[in-house]
């Protein structure tokens, strides 16, 4: 079992009370949805920071397409999939 730390956090009572109904919903503990839920969205995000520090990295070495060519990509692409369809 991973080694586990107290977090103490304030939230609207609205949200407690969500939190609260849905764990017992599952038979879950409070702390137990708590976790999953921040961990989701953490991964979630911290996928989308290095997405974004990519793009950045990217432009700045001129990895880039012209607004034209990214259209005319996308509009290929959804010619294609409409014709197989």
Do not use: C, W, Y
């Amino acid at each position: 079992m991973a080694k586990t730390a107290t977090l103490n956090l304030r939230v609207s009572e609205e949200l407690k009370s969500k939190l609260g109904q849905f764990a017992e919903r599952t038979q879950r503990t409070p702390s137990a949805v708590a976790e999953r839920a921040m961990e989701a969205f953490l991964d979630r995000e911290m996928e989308m920071l290095e997405a974004i520090e990519q793009s950045r990295e990217d432009f700045s070495e001129g990895r880039t397409v012209s607004h034209e060519d990214a259209m005319a990509r996308i509009r290929a692409t959804i010619d294609e999939r409409r014709s197989k369809a």
